[in-house]
């Protein structure tokens, strides 16, 4: 069975502080996917980045970063030198090879100034 | 480009009523979904479908049927609305899995439609 652990319900950090949103996933299948989404306040569902079983590398796009580790199931997201405007939640998600795709609880982000 | 668009946006009903809500993507788009969303809970995958005619069942897919008789549509039906069923949901749509890593199920979604059953 699948299944997306985000242990963290909710976080708060002041402005320019980095942190680390973790991401724990179960799946029995050896080709999947892995991503993340962010809804801000408005709602609306904006994807950040997906990565596949066989690519462990990790990735950095502007301040963000994954780290995706098989060896802990693991693919974390970390923010760094957080804005007001990260506030949001954050979804980690799993695929399998037959399409379904599960979410994670999310993780609640608020950035103070 | 219209992307994904769900009607209603927003419905009131009463316990044991029917409705219907729709899913238009004008993307191409083989892959489906319809999920819940509810405080604490996130997103909770309820029908999914991987190509025209074809539907599977989610994470919680009880009280729900769904259809996919155009590969444009996919319907969510209620057929005895309870207020355990008060939620937002959305739909999304992808180009499904693709060929190798780079049509890997990335998902637009729609805008979300609030339902309140009392």
């Known amino acids: 069975a699948q299944k997306v652990t985000q242990a963290q319900t909710e976080i708060s950090v002041v402005e320019k502080e980095d942190v680390t949103l973790d991401c724990v996933y179960e799946t029995r299948d050896t080709t999947y996917y892995l991503f993340w989404y962010k809804q801000p306040p408005s709602g609306e569902l904006v994807f950040l980045i997906r990565r596949n079983s066989f690519d462990e590398q990790n990735e950095i796009s502007g301040r963000y970063s994954w780290n995706f580790q098989k060896s802990t199931s693991s693919f974390n997201f970390t923010i760094t030198a957080s804005q007001v405007v990260d506030s949001a939640v954050y979804f980690c998600a799993l695929s399998s090879n037959t399409g379904k795709l599960i979410f994670g609880q999310g993780t609640t982000l608020q950035v103070k100034p | 480009n219209a992307g994904v668009t769900q009607t209603p946006k927003f419905r009131v009903l009463k316990t044991g009523q029917s409705m219907t809500l729709l899913c238009a993507q004008d993307?191409?788009?083989?892959?489906m979904y319809w999920y819940r969303q509810d405080p604490g809970m996130g997103l909770r995958l309820i029908h999914y479908?991987?190509?025209?005619?074809?539907?599977a069942k989610g994470e919680v897919p009880d009280g729900y049927n769904v259809s996919r008789l155009k590969k444009q549509n996919f319907l969510l039906g209620l057929e005895s609305a309870a207020p355990s069923q008060t939620s937002v949901y959305f739909c999304a749509s992808s180009q499904g899995l693709g060929q190798g890593a780079s049509g890997a199920n990335v998902l637009t979604f729609g805008a979300g439609s609030r339902l309140t059953v009392l």
């Open positions: 479908s991987v190509g025209e005619g074809t539907t």
């Open positions: 993307m191409n788009h083989e892959y």
